[in-house]
């Protein structure tokens, strides 16, 4: 409970027990004991007072006490399962600006697409412009790549990827997010409060902002491409392999880095499958 900062006062008059249960200032869900098999049976749920329509804008003004990231803990049947659109927010953020990926292509990630302990991600599709589902095409033929992660990143985006199978990014229906909505939702109300709204802030500048950090660390051009998903420029480019060489690949992503300070993992990092009866409970402080 003390993680949640929820407050239980127990009063029993010889016939009938009650609690009364007070909320602190964290919202999320954690696993309640059953008393005689001492195994998870019901989940505490700790909802935020107002929806994402009203507590968005709210936090972004105020900015964040911590960054907020999963807890991991057994997931039960009867708790809620959906990781709210505030904590995606920043996992999505995190994972545009640290590879640079199209924003289609980021929200139709799935957790398959995370490989080589969760240092890789592979680019295969993206959400559709104007509706709401996922095509098996991208961009252009160079878009077809893997995207190697510097080692804090992956560990960060784990607690995401071994939630559940499926898409990382979801919405209430469980069809993929389209990026001009969430563009509005999530981030223009943050870059708003922040005094950073002008032209061309959107999701496309952490597209910029990537390209220039590699260029800036000198990254080989023919790997810089290939992680951008950019088609050759030059014949030496095109003749190079180095997109095939993985422990290349690693090296370099680890050795330039990303430009800015990595959220910290709550647990240690893990890529294993998980049980039907496990994943992730959120405890999240505001």
Request: charged share 25%; proline share 7%.
């Amino acid at each position: 409970m003390a993680l949640l900062e929820v407050r239980i006062d127990r009063d029993y008059d010889g016939n009938d027990a009650r609690l009364l249960i007070q909320a602190g200032n964290a919202v999320g869900a954690i696993p309640l004991l059953s008393p005689t098999t001492a195994r998870p049976d019901y989940g505490l749920i700790v909802q935020p007072r107002f929806p994402w329509a009203g507590i968005g804008p709210m936090l972004a003004e105020m900015g964040w006490r911590v960054s907020p990231t999963p807890l991991r803990s057994p997931l039960l049947h009867r708790s809620e399962r959906r990781v709210p659109p505030w904590v995606l927010s920043f996992a999505l953020y995190v994972l545009v600006a640290a590879t640079g990926m199209r924003i289609s292509e980021a929200l139709a990630l799935e957790s398959k697409h995370f490989v080589n302990n969760c240092r890789t991600i592979q680019v295969y599709q993206q959400v559709d412009r104007d509706h709401p589902r996922i095509v098996e095409y991208v961009k252009t033929d160079a878009g077809f790549r893997e995207v190697d992660l510097y080692t804090s990143v992956g560990e960060y985006l784990q607690g995401f990827i071994s939630r559940k199978d499926g898409l990382l990014f979801e919405t209430r229906n469980g069809t993929p997010y389209v990026h001009n909505n969430l563009e509005q939702r999530w981030l223009t109300p943050r870059l708003e409060a922040m005094g950073s709204d002008e032209r061309g802030m959107g999701f496309h500048a952490s597209r910029r902002f990537r390209k220039t950090w590699l260029r800036g660390k000198r990254v080989q051009e023919d790997i810089n491409n290939f992680w951008m998903g950019h088609v050759p420029e030059t014949m030496s480019e095109t003749y190079s392999r180095l997109d095939l060489e993985l422990d290349l690949r690693l090296v370099e992503a680890e050795s330039m880095g990303v430009g800015f300070t990595v959220p910290p993992v709550p647990v240690a990092p893990s890529c294993s499958k998980i049980s039907e009866e496990s994943g992730v409970e959120l405890v999240l402080q505001l």
